[in-house]
């Protein structure tokens, strides 16, 4: 549902063979741009790079900003734009773009984090996608080593863990040091790094919950967490890091190599549902193709007698328009912009208090489709609800509609997440304001009760709701183990992690005592 969840961030690793005059300007800052450009959807807080050049004094290099990449690196000034580009020249480096779910959303919170020493392979910076379910365990053995920590951000704590990997007089591989650091980490957390005697690598945790794809080209060689970054980039050959496997490029050359074991693969359903950009292909299904499948089934779950000229199917934009279109498709009915989405205004909304503001500001209702009719709305996912029930208000005030039937492309999202998507209480999602301390408490769900949408229905204000059932959602990412394949834990309530289910039972306990103030994993 747009506006109403973020994802933790997106990374991004490049390696140029050739020398550096071959390449646009900037090296490994051109191509870190275009490649974060791309990845936008999944940060608009802040975006950084880190580069390596060995003809520089400053070996690596770190640039961080707040705002959008074009923002970040003022695309609309050329001539500071070009600066940028040239300071953090390159022939290697790492990039992030930044949501926040969790600590602080200052400069000194953006990715990479860079953490300089005198010898070069202990001068590092590094960036990651995800969050530590175990971050308060890690804080504690920091801190009762006397560590200090500036920010609460596991992004803090693995950078003292990369750099306790390091000690002493001999160089640790690299791939030695991630399989040490998998040992201690729990949860999800693919990583770019880079240090000062050019070694990059990127690394998809052994789980493999959030995206991690590369491509090794004979001008070119890049990771980043969706292939969108580098379609344009290669001609082909973009493929997918396997759960527990690095791409590495040090002074030996290219290679990917399993750092460690993977007990099991935990793809996060949502990145194929909300997150990822359509055009990306994650472990080998493509999302637009998966969005159009779950369409279909929604539409083969459909109850209502949906015939007749005044029925039209209206996506909310962007995420949700291939499930709208193929649930319109299969059913015979027109898809209509009943609601236009502004272009100017970015996926998140400038903060302002009141919610209906926010949806005006990047919704137009188009009275001339919407007046007099039935309407399917059709979303990708709810959340907390709350946007959808101001967008169903607008459609009612502005639209004129006849009836407003809600479809989601989604089973209800009733747990939790852990693993970096900003919901990490209990009471802030809505099936669980609409169900009973038992129905809550459940060990694991499957399709949510129907007194339990009733409900929901009631609060959003439409006329009726319908949930994608969990069959269908895995039936319509077709992995190829199913179920087994997927993290699917803020809809089952079942956690692929051992500090997941910990963090369900204490956010189960702090729901039940009102202390829902602050995120369960601080």
Known sequence: MAGEVKDECGVAAVYLPKKLDKYPIGGASYYLYKMLLQ???????????????????????????????????????????????????????????????????????????????????????????????????????????QYHLVRNLDTEVIMHFLEKEQLGDKKKPIDKVFADLSEKFDGAYNMVYADAEGTVTAMRDPVGVRPLCYVIDDDFVGAASESVAMSNLVNNGVKDLKPGEMLISDKSGVEVKRFAKSKRSAHCMFEYVYFANAASTLDGRSVYQVRWRLGQELAKQEKLEVNGNDWIVVPVPDTAKPSADAYAHTLGLPVMEGLVRNRYVGRTFIETKDRMDRIKEKFNVNKSVLKDKKIILVDDSIVRGSTSQAIVQYLKERGMVKEIHMRVACPPIRSPCFYGIDMSTIGELIPNRNSTNEQIKKASFEDVDEGVVENISKEIGVDSLQYMSLRGLVKAINLENGKDDLCMACITGEYPTEWGTKLRVKALERHERGLEAERTYS
């Open 39 to 145: 990845m936008q959807n999944r940060g608009q807080l802040a975006a950084g790079i880190t580069t390596y050049n060995e003809d520089r004094k400053q070996l690596i290099d770190t640039f961080r900003k707040r705002g959008s990449v074009s923002e970040a690196f003022s695309t609309k000034i050329r001539p500071k734009s070009r600066a940028i580009l040239q300071k953090y020249s390159g022939t290697k480096g790492i990039g992030h773009v930044r949501y926040s779910t969790s600590g602080a959303d200052d400069i000194g919170s953006t990715q990479p984090f860079e953490r300089h020493h005198g010898r070069k392979w202990k001068w590092f910076s590094f960036a990651f996608n995800g969050n530590l379910a175990n971050f308060s365990e890690l804080k504690k053995e920091l801190e009762s080593k």
